[in-house]
C-alpha cells in the first residue's frame, strides 16, 4: 500500500454541550490564558456567553478579539496579531469560518513576521505562535480540523490559500447545538460548502483510503440531512449530522485537498465578495459537469452516498443523477446565481481570465479529475453568467 500522511488536531470533542468543556481541554493541554477571536455578531447575539460563561466559572480571564469579518483580510490579522500579549498561552476561535481561518493566521504571521502574503502556497507556513483551539459555531467550513486557512490581500484583489501545520488547531470542540441559531442561508451555504469539500476530496488526485473512509461518511450525513436542516432549524437530529459531517469532511480535504472548484471559488470572493460557501455552490454543478468522465466510478459512488442515485444505479445513470440531484439541491436552498446576487454582467465577463489565472496558480485545480487550462475555466466562470 502507498504510504499515508495523515494529520489532525490532538483532541476532537464532538457533541452536544460540548463548549462547556473548554476549561477541561485547556487544562489537559496545560493552557490557560487565552485570546478569544472572534466576530462582532458573536458578541451581539449573546453566543459568545456560551464560550465565556465556562472560562469565567473556571477562574480563567477572558480577554477577547472581536473583530474579525466575513473573508477575512490580511489587515485584520495584522490587527489580531496586535492584540496578541505575552501573557496569552492560546487562541480560542469561536464562530464560523472566518473567526477560525483569523486566528489561524494571526499564529503564522505572529511566529516569524512580515505579510500574509509571504505565507501563500506554494509556500509551507508550518510555525505558528501560539496552539490554537477551534469552537466551530457552523456546519460547513470544516476549519476546525484542516491545516489551511483562507485569507484576502487587500492590496492585490487576492484571496490566498496558506496551508501548513501552523494551521492545524490543536483541539477542536465541535458543538452542534451552537449551530440551531443559524439563518437559513447561512445553513445551506455552509452545508453545501462541506458537501463540496466531502466530494472534492474523494475526487481528488490526492485521495487516500483514510480520506475516502471519512468523505464517504460525510457525504451520507450531508446528503441524508441538509435539506432538514434546512427547512427544520431546530431538527436536532438533522443538526448533529450535519455537524459530524462538516468536521469528517473537513479531515477528508485536509488530507486529500480540494480541487477544481474551490480553486475557482477562491477568486469569486476576492472579487465580488461572495461568501465562500456560497460561490461553491455556484461552481459545484458546472464543475462536477466538467470533471464528470474524468472519474466517473468515483462520481458515481458519491452520488449514490449522498442519496442522489440507488445502489441499483449503473455509473452512467449515477453521475447523470449526480449533475441532476446538485441542480435540484441549488434550487431548494435558493442559492443564487452570480447575477441574482448582484453582480454586472459586464464586471464578471470583465474578471473572468484573472480569476482563472489566480485560480490555476492556487494549485488546487491540479487535484482535479481532469485539471483544466485557463481557457476551459474562463469558460466554466462565463457558462455562470450569460452573455448580454
Known amino acids: 500500500m502507498t504510504p499515508i500522511s495523515f494529520h489532525a488536531p490532538r483532541i476532537l470533542e464532538i457533541g452536544g454541550g460540548g463548549v462547556a468543556k473548554v ?9 490557560g490564558r487565552p485570546l478569544i477571536v472572534t466576530d462582532p455578531f458573536m458578541v451581539a447575539s449573546g453566543l459568545l456567553e456560551r464560550l465565556t460563561q465556562p472560562l469565567r466559572a473556571a477562574g480563567l480571564v477572558v480577554d477577547v478579539f472581536s473583530e474579525t469579518v466575513p473573508e477575512p483580510t490580511d489587515m485584520i490579522v495584522e490587527a489580531g496579531v496586535a492584540r496578541i500579549r505575552p501573557e496569552h498561552d492560546c487562541l480560542l476561535a469561536f464562530g464560523g469560518g472566518s473567526p477560525i481561518d483569523t486566528a ?10 512580515g505579510k500574509m502574503r509571504d505565507y501563500k502556497a506554494p509556500a509551507l507556513a508550518d510555525s505558528g505562535k501560539l496552539p490554537l483551539i477551534a469552537i466551530p459555531t457552523t456546519a460547513g467550513t470544516g476549519s476546525e480540523v484542516t491545516r489551511f486557512t483562507v485569507i484576502s490581500d487587500v492590496e492585490r484583489d487576492e484571496k490566498m490559500l496558506i496551508a501548513g501545520l501552523g494551521a492545524l488547531p490543536l483541539a477542536a470542540i465541535v458543538d452542534y ?10 445553513t445551506a451555504d455552509t452545508g453545501l ?3 463540496t469539500h466531502a466530494l472534492e476530496a474523494y475526487v481528488s488526485r490526492r485521495a487516500n483510503p ?6 464517504e461518511s460525510a457525504m451520507r450525513l450531508i446528503g441524508g440531512n441538509l435539506r432538514a436542516a434546512f427547512h427544520e432549524p431546530r431538527n436536532a437530529q438533522a443538526r448533529a ?3 459530524l459531517g462538516a468536521t469528517q469532511a473537513g479531515l477528508a480535504f485536509s488530507n486529500a485537498s480540494v480541487a477544481l472548484v474551490h480553486g475557482m471559488s477562491r477568486p469569486i470572493g476576492a472579487h465580488f465578495h461572495v461568501p465562500h460557501g456560497l460561490s461553491n455552490a455556484m461552481l459545484l454543478p458546472a464543475v462536477t459537469r466538467f470533471s464528470l468522465s474524468a472519474a466517473l466510478p468515483r462520481y458515481a459512488q458519491a452520488s449514490r452516498l449522498a442519496g442522489f442515485a440507488g445502489a441499483g444505479d449503473d455509473d452512467a445513470s449515477a453521475g447523470a443523477k449526480l449533475l441532476a440531484g446538485l441542480e435540484a439541491l441549488n434550487t431548494e436552498l435558493d442559492v443564487p446565481t452570480p447575477v441574482q446576487f448582484g453582480i454586472p454582467a459586464a464586471a464578471w465577463h470583465a474578471r473572468t481570465h484573472l480569476m482563472a489565472e489566480q485560480a490555476l496558480a492556487s494549485g488546487s485545480p491540479q487535484n482535479n479529475p481532469k485539471i483544466p487550462d485557463v481557457a476551459e475555466m474562463v469558460a466554466l466562470y462565463s457558462g455562470l453568467v450569460p452573455q448580454g
Not at 23 to 31: D, E, I, K, W
Not at 104 to 113: F, N, P
Not at 177 to 186: A, C, G, N, Q, Y
Open 241 to 243: 449530522a450535519m455537524m
Open 23 to 31: 476549561p477541561v481541554v485547556l487544562a489537559r493541554l496545560g493552557l
Open 193 to 195: 460548502d462541506s458537501l
Open 104 to 113: 489561524k493566521a494571526m499564529s503564522i504571521l505572529a511566529s516569524r513576521g
Open 210 to 215: 483514510l480520506s475516502d473512509a471519512l468523505a
Open 177 to 186: 447545538e451552537l449551530t440551531f441559531s443559524m439563518p437559513p442561508r447561512i
